[in-house]
Antibody, heavy 119, light 107 residues
Framework: EVQLVQSGAEVKKPGESLKISCKGS????????IGWVRQMPGKGLEWMGI????????RYSPSFQGQVTISADKSISTAYLQWSSLKASDTAMYYC????????????WGQGTLVTVSS | AIRMTQSPSSLSASTGDRVTITCRAS??????LAWYQQKPGKAPKLLIY???TLQSGVPSRFSGSGSGTDFTLTISCLQSEDFATYYC?????????FGQGTKVEIK
């Protein structure tokens, strides 16, 4: 069974750094792209970027380029999303997603990690 | 980026109703369109891709159609478990973009 299991909820202050994780299992982790999708409170879905764990090829949405860093450690089948300096506007639910072989659509989703940034 | 616009933003319906949601792309996307269902407090779930291909395990009361710029998601006989928010998503060009969502509520 394919599973993406994300790290737990985080509460941070503005200016702090953060790295959240997504562990894949039940499939060949290095053979599928893993992406991240943001959902701000009460809002819709925004695609942030994606990484291919096999060779760490990474692509970002222009809206998120330079704001976050996506990485992966294929030895432990885990992808990461990190911030160097959080802002209150980063408060959101973040989902990791597996890219389908059919294209840039997402056939499996993690359970989500809620990030709250507040002073 | 390609803009995806869904209508309506919300609708009220009863169990057993036929429901149709529309998604329009700001430019042609061929059939590179997916639909997702999101229930409160849960992650989205893929329902349909390539505009009309049902994802494995999705009930046949869900169907999709369209190509180019105009697409529809139809639920032929609404069930209680279908009350949720539905999103379309284009994957024709980078970055992939989603519609704003359509909330299907109980009348």
């Amino acid at each position: 069974e394919v599973q993406l299991v994300q790290s737990g909820a985080e509460v941070k202050k503005p200016g702090e750094s953060l790295k959240i994780s997504c562990k894949g299992s039940g499939y060949s982790f290095t053979s599928y792209w893993i992406g991240w999708v943001r959902q701000m409170p009460g809002k819709g879905l925004e695609w942030m970027g994606i990484i291919y764990p096999g060779d760490s090829d990474t692509r970002y949405s222009p809206s998120f380029q330079g704001q976050v860093t996506i990485s992966a450690d294929k030895s432990i089948s885990t992808a990461y999303l990190q911030w160097s300096s959080l802002k209150a506007s980063d408060t959101a639910m973040y989902y990791c997603v597996r890219r389908s072989y059919a294209g840039d659509l997402f056939d499996y989703w993690g359970q989500g990690t809620l990030v709250t940034v507040s002073s | 980026a390609i803009r995806m616009t869904q209508s309506p933003s919300s609708l009220s319906a009863s169990t057993g109703d036929r429901v149709t949601i529309t998604c329009r792309a700001s430019q042609g996307i061929s059939s590179y369109l997916a639909w997702y269902q999101q229930k409160p407090g849960k992650a989205p779930k893929l329902l349909i891709y390539a505009a009309s291909t049902l994802q494995s395990g999705v009930p046949s009361r869900f169907s999709g159609s369209g190509s180019g710029t105009d697409f529809t998601l139809t639920i032929s006989c609404l069930q209680s478990e279908d009350f949720a928010t539905y999103y379309c998503q284009q994957y024709y060009s980078y970055p992939p973009t989603f519609g704003q969502g359509t909330k299907v509520e109980i009348k």
